[in-house]
């Protein structure tokens, strides 16, 4: 494994998630939120925010690197799909025992997969293999 352009793949990554995250769940579904305010805290606790953006960046990371060694941003969006999907049947379960709404449900899902293809993409071109030397 080369470890370089890993640590450089895992930081796109948090990057990437941390902004998408603020921009999709944080901006776009703010209205949806609202609708259910009780349920969430009224201020962010920030320093778990940012945990929980560096565990999916190393770990999705370290997935594509394990299991896409040609690397490659479309394989590594294709696992990002499946991951997103993956991520879609938790949110599934809290919809079941939260009083969720569909449209929070949706706007998971969709922010979800979305997200994580990117992030793939982003990963697999970023991690890419050399090509090997020629003599």
């Known amino acids: 494994m080369n ?8 930081i796109g990554a948090f ?9 999709w769940y944080g901006t ?3 209205g949806a939120h609202q609708e259910v305010q009780a349920l969430f805290r009224t201020k962010p606790d920030f320093p778990w925010l940012i945990l929980g953006h ?4 190393f770990f999705f990371t370290m997935l594509c690197v ?3 060694p040609a690397g490659g941003a479309g394989a590594s ?4 799909i499946l ?22 449900l949706c706007g998971w899902i969709v922010g979800g997969v979305i997200q994580f293809a990117i992030a793939g993409a982003l ?3 970023i991690y890419k293999p050399s090509p090997p030397a020629t003599s």
Do not use: D
């Open 3 to 10: 470890w370089q352009k890993f640590f450089t793949a895992f």
């Open 15 to 23: 990057i990437f998630l941390f902004v998408f995250g603020f921009l």
């Open 28 to 30: 776009l579904m703010s």
């Open 54 to 57: 560096i565990v999916m960046a």
């Open 66 to 68: 394990r299991f896409i």
């Open 77 to 80: 969006a294709t696992l990002g």
């Open 83 to 104: 991951v997103g999907l993956v991520y879609a049947g938790p949110h599934v379960i809290s919809f079941a025992v939260e009083p969720l709404t569909t449209k929070i």
């Open 123 to 125: 990963v697999g071109a």
